[in-house]
């Protein structure tokens, strides 16, 4: 149905509404994962991951198993996790340390951290064959198209794409201000990863994250139970953790459209341009000592003052520069995601930051946490709601204007009000660009 027919997958991103089929189809996610997913550039995983030489780190993204590995000179690259042999994964652990080599548990055969072949057992038996001119012979298969951004590893899988700055451009000034949080600009991954499998389409995820109107009503309980426990207490009194975090959830519909928002191309965008329920953090008067002696008073200003709601960087990652938190969104299937949530440690920054991030995670991001589980369950009540008869199509008109991106000319970033649904046609727009791509000469 939608194979070598890209005016069909365009047809299915209106101006102001999208079809259902973007969120149930197995082909489309099929060929999202043959083409979407390859032509933008994915997360692949953090520098701080994979310290010394050995360190790895393996991830599946857009269906094909990857491993990222520290080299001895420091650098990292990015390889098919497969034996040139017989294709055997060559690392099954999540995470690990291969020592010098990559060693195949099936046959043994052996490659360098680069990847190129060290040694394959009976060797005389290779000989007169055409093992060393085929592909079997060049050892593990590189991904070409790989980016490091202030430790963020980035790879893209098709040869032909964008290039990492022209496809990121301003919004990787997200990454920028959550490093230069660091007195000494580095972070390290702090407190493991939590992750969370969810039965629904990856986009139900994304669109959420730049939706500001559902926080009122979705997280109602806990709002309403953290007010009632916070209920006494004098407004400027010091709050614990957990209410610093758990309180601006319940803020009113003026606060979230006042809040702004940016869209930029590529269906990236910056929610909480002004303020956000981050920018009420209590103040830590040693750190901030820290960031002007590194960064001088002005640029610590800078940096301290923006805390966005979330920066996405569309289409896998997620970005809260405070709390030093990020969400990785891995698609499974056409109606199960894995997200990844990360807290990271400002070097040179009090512990106080660190927990500040964990502690956000497990309380809002966890499987278990009071937020989520709200989250959760309306993702999968949309994923079976969106079979219900009589409607095929999912609305997007909050804030609709026609002609906002400009018909047929290169988008602009645009400023907007933060409960405009215009960050999620952004989205939207960009998907049908990057999953029709490379599909015209097949038409």
Not at 18 to 36: A, I, M, P, W
Not at 198 to 204: A, D, L, P, Y
Not at 281 to 303: F, L, N, S, T
Request: glycine letters at 8%; hydrophobic letters at 40%; one cysteine or more.
């Amino acid at each position: 149905m939608y194979r070598d027919h890209p005016e069909r997958i365009r047809a299915l991103v209106q101006e102001d509404r999208v079809h259902r089929d973007l969120y149930l189809s197995e082909e489309l996610f099929g060929l999202e994962q043959e083409q979407f997913f390859a032509n933008t550039w994915q997360f692949m995983g953090h520098a701080s991951q994979v310290p010394g030489a050995g360190d790895y780190v393996a991830q599946e993204i857009a269906g094909r198993p990857l491993v990222m590995v520290r080299q001895a000179d420091g650098s990292i690259r990015v390889l098919a996790n497969r034996c040139a042999h017989k294709g055997t994964q060559l690392v099954s652990d999540p995470c690990g340390n291969t020592g010098k080599f990559f060693r195949c548990p099936y046959h043994a055969w052996t490659y360098r951290l680069d990847g190129s072949p060290l040694a394959v057992p009976i060797k005389a038996g290779y000989e007169g064959t055409r093992m060393a001119q085929c592909e079997s012979g060049q050892g593990m298969a590189p991904v070409r198209h790989v980016a490091v951004h202030r430790d963020f590893v980035f790879v893209r899988l098709a040869d032909e794409g964008p290039a990492f700055e022209d496809y990121f451009g301003e919004v990787l000034r997200a990454i920028d201000n959550m490093v230069d949080r660091s007195p000494q600009g580095r972070l390290a991954v702090a407190g493991g990863v939590l992750r969370n499998v969810i039965q629904c389409n990856w986009k139900m995820y994304l669109e959420n994250i730049n939706d500001t109107v559902h926080p009122l009503s979705t997280h109602e309980s806990a709002t309403r139970a953290a007010q009632a426990l916070w209920a006494g207490h004098a407004p400027d009194e010091p709050k614990p953790m957990a209410m610093e975090q758990i309180l601006p959830f319940g803020a009113g519909y003026e606060f979230f459209d006042q809040m702004g928002a940016r869209v930029l191309p590529h269906g990236h965008s910056v929610l909480g341009t002004r303020f956000s329920i981050h920018s009420g953090y209590a103040q830590v008067p040693e750190y901030e000592a820290a960031m002007r002696e590194a960064h001088g008073d002005e640029r610590a200003a800078e940096i301290l003052q923006r805390s966005p709601q979330n920066a996405v960087l569309f289409p896998s990652l997620s970005v809260k520069g405070s709390p030093q938190a990020i969400r990785v969104i891995r698609p499974l299937a056409a109606d199960r995601t894995l997200v990844e949530a990360w807290a990271f440690r400002a070097e040179g920054a009090p512990e106080l930051l660190a927990q500040r991030s964990m502690n956000y995670n497990r309380l809002v991001f966890s499987p278990m946490s009071v937020v989520a589980h709200d989250d959760v369950h309306l993702f999968e009540s949309i994923q079976r709601g969106l079979r219900a008869p009589g409607n095929e199509w999912v609305s997007l008109h909050r804030g609709h204007r026609s002609g906002e991106f400009g018909g047929d000319q290169p988008q602009q970033a645009q400023d907007t009000n933060g409960t405009n649904e215009l960050l999620m046609r952004n989205q939207f727009r960009a998907w049908a660009q990057f999953m029709t791509l490379h599909m015209e000469a097949a038409a």
